[in-house]
């Protein structure tokens, strides 16, 4: 499917009515969305997987990526059926000492503590055109993160593409001039 715009209008129709907000989750006061009633369901996985695949195509359809990153570790469950979508690679970006040879690393401020991601050294080359892909964007550290980790291998990010973004967390300012595809802003 490369119908951009009504990939997208599908997919965020599917997230209105199919994620769960768990209250209390991971701890209190956080209001945790469940998208596994999404992935279960065929049809609404595939209108995600479209409209998140929409991102790393041009206003054409043709494809302008050539690897599709996803962040740990929702990203992984998104981004692999992206990366075949549109007939790219798919690279993992994982928590710090998840992958087993040499690396680029990034660690970067959450909001109660530090983080740092990694990605395999070789994982992109330079001049690589890559779309970043994740569940959701909140304050946008993981993203800014990834960012610079394909840019210390010489890539490109072209672009960013998530389910959600929680607008009142401001992720889009973090980010720079990226550019963000999102499927539903809460």
């Known amino acids: 499917m490369t119908d951009g715009p009504a990939a997208r209008a599908r997919a965020r129709a599917a997230l209105e009515q199919l994620v769960v907000d768990v209250p209390d989750f991971p701890e209190p006061g956080v209001v945790f969305k469940d998208i596994t009633p999404v992935l279960a369901d065929h049809t609404a996985f595939t209108d995600l997987v479209a409209g998140l695949a ?10 302008r990526v050539d690897k599709v990153i996803g962040m740990e570790a929702r990203g992984f469950i998104l981004a692999a059926p992206v990366a075949l979508s549109l007939g790219a690679g798919f690279v993992p970006v994982r928590k710090a000492g998840k992958l087993p040879r040499a690396t680029h690393a990034v660690s970067y401020s959450l909001e109660y503590g530090r983080a740092t991601l990694e990605m395999h050294a070789d994982a992109v080359e330079a001049g690589d055109r890559v779309l970043l892909v994740d569940d959701v964007l909140a304050t946008g550290g993981t993203v800014a993160a990834t960012a610079e980790l394909v840019a210390r291998a010489g890539a490109t990010t072209v672009g960013v593409a998530v389910l959600m973004e929680l607008g009142f967390l401001s992720g889009r300012d973090v980010v720079g001039d990226l550019a963000i595809t999102t499927l539903l802003t809460i």
Not at 55 to 63: E, M, S, Y
Request: hydrophobic residues 30%.
């Open 54 to 63: 929409s991102a790393g195509r041009d206003a054409d359809g043709t494809v």
